[in-house]
Each structure stands twice: as C-alpha cells, then as structure tokens.
Nanobody, 125 residues
Framework: QEQLVESGGGLVQAGDSLRLSCTAS????????MAWFRQFPGKERELVAA????????RYIASVEGRFTISRDNAKNTMYLQMNSLKPEDTAVYYC??????????????????WGQGTQLTVSS
C-alpha cells in the first residue's frame, strides 16, 4: 500500500517562508504525477501546484504563482513545496497527492488515488 506523509506545516507570520515535504513509501514514486492541494474550512480541496514524474510540467494556481515552488527528489521519494511571501489567505490544510495518470489528465479532476493526511498551515497577519 502506497502511503504519503506530509510534514512542515505550522504557524508563521505574513511574509515568512516555509517548506512542506511529502515523503512517499513504495517503489512507484518516481512514476507518479504529484501535487499539492489545499482545503479551506467548508470548501472543496483545490489544486495548488503539480509536477510530473520527471520533475517537469510544473503548474501553479494564479494566487501562488511566483511565491510557491514545487519540486521533487525521486531518489528520496520526496516532494516539496517551498512557500515564500506567505499571506493570511494561504491559511489552509495542505495535502499532497499522487496519481499514476499522466499529469495533464490527472489535473482535470481531484480523483487522485493517493493522499497524505494533511498538514495545517496558519499564516497570521
């Protein structure tokens, strides 16, 4: 059973930086498309950033473009989300996800088969 474990969330101030990590168990990590989603209270999860199996094809939602950077290290089975210039509106639970589908197809929905447990990010003003 493939598992994803996020780490790195916490409480920061507006303007601070933070890096989230997502470590995967299983041997198939390097074959997966990976992504970070976030969920605001009472809202559906939204895709924040995504990356293809080979580290290419990076995509971001407009509200984080230029502030967040997604990356992965397949040798470490780990994906990262570097978040700079954090804003209070970034406060959410952040989830990592993995999919065996090619990234362009996977990004069409939120039906990713593998999810982490989520990590809370709180940005104070």
């Amino acid at each position: 059973q493939e598992q994803l474990v996020e780490s790195g969330g916490g409480l920061v101030q507006a303007g601070d930086s933070l890096r989230l990590s997502c470590t995967a168990s299983g041997r198939a990590f390097r074959d997966w498309a990976m992504a970070w989603f976030r969920q605001f209270p009472g809202k559906e999860r939204e895709l924040v950033a995504a990356i293809a199996w080979n580290g290419g094809g990076k995509r971001y939602i407009a509200s984080v473009e230029g502030r967040f950077t997604i990356s992965r290290d397949n040798a470490k089975n780990t994906m990262y989300l570097q978040m700079n210039s954090l804003k209070p509106e970034d406060t959410a639970v952040y989830y990592c996800a993995a999919d065996v589908r090619p990234l362009p197809e996977a990004m069409l929905d939120t039906q990713w088969p593998y999810w982490g447990q989520g990590t809370q990010l709180t940005v104070s003003s």
